[in-house]
C-alpha cells in the first residue's frame, strides 16, 4: 500500500514537473485560442482580424493587432482601435494572457457590461476601452489593476458611482471617466496622488468639488464640466495644483467669486470656467497667469471691469465673456493681445466706444460684441486692420454712423451682423467685395438708399436680412444671382416696383419676407414652382396685385402665408388644401374671388386664419371642425352663403370666430356651445334666423358678442346674464321679443357696448341695468319698451352715450348722474317721456304736495319766462305764417337741419 | 455614444448664431409683460413674439396704424407683476386688467400713456402708491383701482386730470385725506369706502397725507 502510494505520489510529480515547461507553450496557443474564440462570437469582425486563424495558432506573434513580449513570446498589447468591431468582452477570456500590458479597444461598438475579469490582467498597464457601447457600472475589480498608469473609460454608458476601490490604483497617472452616467461615490476615500490627467466631463456628478483632487499635485489636466458639481471652487485648488495646464469646470453650477489666487496656477493655458453661477469680479491678478491662451468664463454672473491687466497676457488666443454683467468700458489694454483670434464679450453691459488700439488685432477671426450698450462709430482705423475676420457680430448695441466702406476690406468674412444699431447712410457697395458671405443682418440699422448693384456679387449669401429700415428702390433681376439664398427678408422698408422674374430661380429659397413695403405689380407667376422647402411667404401690407402664383405651395412646405392688404385677386392656389404644415394663412384685406368651399382641407397644424374683407363665395366647409389647432378663424366680409356647419363646434382651441358681413343663412348651431375657449363670436350682418340658442351661455369666456343685423327671434336668453367677461354685447337689428331679462344687469364686466335696439323687446327697462356702473355705451332704441327710466340708471356714471328713442318710454327722466346734461335726441318719439331734456314735454306736476312748496319767488321765476317766451313764440308764429309763402322752397332742408339726424 | 452625439447638438445649439426677430417695440412691451405674468389658463398663448406686430394676438387692439390701442385681459386668471415696459405702450386708450391676481407695484411709467381713456385694475393685488405719474393722463377719463392694497395717499396732482370722470379706490389702504378739487369735487363717496382716509380735505388746515 505504502509502496503504490510513493509510485502515484512520485508519477504524480513527474507529471507535474513535466506540466511546467509546457505550461509557458500551451499559454501561447490558450492566449491565441482565446482570441479566436471570442473573436468568432463578434457580430461583426474587421478584415484584419482574418490573420487570427486556427490554422496558425502557433504564429500568435505575428496576427495583426497583437505584440508579443519577445522573452516569453507570449502577448503583451492587444491595439483593436477603431476597426468597427461589433460585439461584447462577455465571452473574452482574459485569464491566458497574463503577461498583457496593453488592451486597446478604443472606437469601436463593444457593448455590454465590461467583464469582472478583466481584473485577472494583473499586468495591465494601459487600459483603453474609450468610445463603445459599455454599459452598466464599472466592476471594482478593476482596482486589482494595481500596475495600472492610464485607464480611459471615456465615452460609454456606464453608469452607477464611481467604485471608490479606483483609489487603491496608485500608478494611474491618466483616469479618463468622461462622457458616461456616472454618480457620486463617497470622494471622502478616494486618494490618487498620482494622477496627472483627470476628467469626469459629462456624468451625473452632483457633489461639492471633490476633495482629493486638491491633493494631486502633479495634475495638469482636469476637466470636471457638464456636471452638476456644487458649491464653490476650492481654495486649495489655486494652492496646491501649481502644475495645471487645463482647468474646465463649465457647465456646473460652481458658485462664488473667483479667488484672486488663481494666478497661483501660473502655468495654466486653458482657462474654462463657463455656464456656472460665478460671481464677483473678474480678479485683476488673471493677467498674471502669463501662459494663458483660452480664457472662458461666459454665462456666469461675473460683474464690473474687465480687467485691465488681460492685456498682459501675451499668449491670449480665446476671450470669450459673453452673458455676463460686465458694465465696464472695453479696456484699450485689450489691443495688446496680439494673438486674439477670438474675442466675444456679448451680452453684457459694456458701454463707451471701441478703443481704436483694437486695430492691433490683426489676427482676430471671430469678434463678437453684441448685446451691449457700446457706442460710437465703427472706425474704419478699427475694420481696414481685422482683416482675418470670418464673423463680425456687433448687433444690438448703440452704434453709428455710416458703416464704413473698409468693410470691403474684410473679404474672409461668412457672418456680418450689425442689426438694431443706428447707423445712417446707405449699405456701402464695397460690400460686394466679401465673396465668402453666407450671412448678412443690416435689419433695423436705420439704414436708407437703394440696395447697392453689388450685393447681387453675394452669391455664397444664404440669409439677406435688411428688414426694417428706409431702403428704397427696386428689387434688380440680378437678385436671381444668389443661387444659395435661404432667407430673404426685407420687410417694413420703401422698396417699390415689381418683384423680378428670376426670383423664381432661388431654389434654395425657404424664407421670403416682403411685407410692408411697396411693391406693386404681380408676383412672378412661377415663384415657388422651384422652391420645394419653401416655408415661409410674407407679402402683407404691398400693392401687389394679380394672382398669387398658382405653384406657390407646390413644394407644400409652406408653413406661412400671407399676403393680407394688397390688392390681389382671383382664386387661391389649389395646392394650400395639400400644405399640411400650414400653420398661419392671412387673405384677408384683398379681392380675391373665388369659391372656397374646398379651397381648405384638413390641415391639422393650421393655428391662425382670416380670409376676411375679400369677395369669396361658397360655403364654409365642414373640414374646418378637423383643423383642430385653430385658435382664430375669420371670414367676415365676404360673400359667403350657406348655413354655419356645426362642425365647428369641435375646435377645441377656438378663441376667435368671426364669420360676419356674409351671406350666412339658417340657425345658430347649437353646437357652437361647445366652443370652450371661445373669447370673440361675430355672426353679425347675416341671414341667420331662430332663437339665440340657450346652451351658447356654456361659453364662459365670452368677451365680445355680436350677433346685430340678421333675422333672429324669440327672446334675449336670460342665461346672457352669466357671461362674467362679456364687455360687448350687440344684438341690435334683429326681431327679438319679449322683455329685457333682468339678468344682463349682472354682466359687470359689460363696458364697450350694449347694444339692444332694432328689435321687438317691450316691457319694462329693469333697475338693475342701472348695475352697468363701467358701461359706456347703451343702446335700447327702436323698441316697443314701456314704464318708466328707472332712476337707477343714473348710476351708470361711466356712460358716455345712450339712446331710449323710438320706444314707448313714460313718466318723468331722471335728473340725476348721467341724465343730468341729457339731450332731447336720446328720448325722441317716446310720446308718454317729460323731462328737463329740450324738445321733451315739461312734465306735469302731479305731486301737489311738492308744489305747494314752491318758493313764490321760484314760481315766478318760472312763470314769467315761460309766459314771456310764449308770448314771443306766439309772435314768431304769426310772423313765419305770414312769411311763409316765400321761404317755402325751403321747407326741407331748414326741416333737416332743425331734425339733424 | 448616444449620450455625446447630443451633447453635441445642444452645444452646437448653444453656439449657433440666433437670428434676429422681426419685432416692433410695442411688440416688445407686450412680450416683456407676458413674460412678468403667470398665465394658468393660456390666455396669452397667442402672444408671438416672431409676429411682425401684436395685432393679432388675442385680447390685444390695434388701430389701422397697428398701434395698439387696447388691452383686454380683464377676468383672465393671471397673476405675476407688471413692468416699465407697458409704458412704451403710447397709443393705447384701454387698459383692461381688472379681476386678476396681479401684484407688485403699479409702474409710474404708466404715466406715459398719453391716450389712455380706461385704466381698470380693480380686484387685483397691487400694492404701494398710486404713482404720481397719472397726473400726465391727460386723456384719462375712467380710473378704477378698487379692491387691491394700494397705500399712500390720493396723489394730489390728479386733481388736474380734467376729463376724468370715474374714480375708484375703495377697498385699499390708502391714508389722508380726500381730495376736493377738479374732477374729484364730483366722485360719490362710495368710490373712498374701505380704506384709512380721513375724510374730504379742510384746506388749509390738514396736510393731505395727514394720517399716513
Redesign the interface.
Known sequence: MAASQKLYAALFHVLLLSLFPLKAKSSARTQAEALVQWRDTLSSSPPPLTSWSRSDLHNLCRWSAVSCNPTSRTVSRINLYSLSITGTLARFNFTPFTDLTRFDIQNNSVSGTIPSAIGSLSKLNYLDLS???FEGSIPVQISRLTELQYLSLY???LSGAIPFQLASLPKVRHLDLG???LENPDWSKFSMPSLEYLSFF?NELTSEFPGFITNCRNLTFLDLS?NNFTGQIPELLYTNLGKLETLILSTNLFQGPLSPNISKLSNLKNLSLQNNLLSGQIPESIGLISDLQIVELFTNSFQGNIPSSIGQLKHLEKLDLRMNALNSTIPPELGHCTNLSYLALADNQLSGELPLSLSSLSKLTDMDLSENYLTGKISPTLISNWTELT?L?V?NNFFYGYIPPEIGKLTRLQ?L?L??NTFSGSIPPEIGNLKELS?L?L??THISGPLPPTLWDLTNLQ?L?L??NNINGKIPPQVGNLKMLK?L?L??NQLHGELPQTISNITSLTYI?L??NNFSGSIPSDLGKYMPSLKYAIF?NNSFSGEVPPELCSGLSLQQFTVNSNNFTGSLPTCLKNCLELTRV?LDENRFTGNITDAFGVLPNLV?V?LSDNQFIGEISPDWGECKNL??LMMDGNRISGEIPPELGKLPEL??LSLGSNDLTGRIPAALGSLSML??LDLSNNHLIGEVPRNLTSLQGL?YLDLSNNKLTGNIPKELGSY??L?RLDLSHNNLSGDIPFELGNLN?L?YLLDLSSNSLSGAILQNLGKL??LEILNVSHNHLSGRIPASLSSM??L?SYDFSYNELTGPLPTEGVFQNASARSFVENPGLCGKAEGLSQCPTTDSSKSSKVNKKVLIGVVVPVCGLLVIATIFAVLLCFRKIKIVTNGESSNSVIWER | ????YL?SVFLSLLLS?S??L?SNSEGNALHALRSRLVDPTNAL??WDPAL?NPC?W??VVCDSNSHVTRL?L??SNISGTLGPELGQLKHLKYL?L??NDIGGKIPKELGNLKNLV?M?MYGNKFEGEIPKSFAKLKSL??L?LNNNKLSGSIPRELTTLKEL??FDVSNNDLCGTIPVDGPFSSFPMESFVNNRLNGPELKGLVPYDFGC
Open positions: 468610445v463603445n457601447l465615452n460609454n454608458s462622457a458616461n452616467y459629462l457638464l464673423s457680430q448687433q457672418y451682423f442689426y438694431n450671412n443682418d435689419s433695423g440669409i436680412n428688414f426694417r432667407t427678408d420687410n417694413t419676407s411685407f410692408s402683407s392671412r391662425y382670416a385658435t382664430n378663441q376667435r373669447f370673440h368677451q362674467e367677461k364687455s364686466s363696458q356702473s363701467q356714471v361711466s358716455s | 455614444m448616444a449620450h455625446l451633447l448664431i437670428p434676429s422681426s398663448q397667442s411682425v393679432t388675442f385680447h383686454d380683464g377676468n383692461e381688472y379681476r380706461s381698470d377719463i375712467f378704477r370722470k370715474v
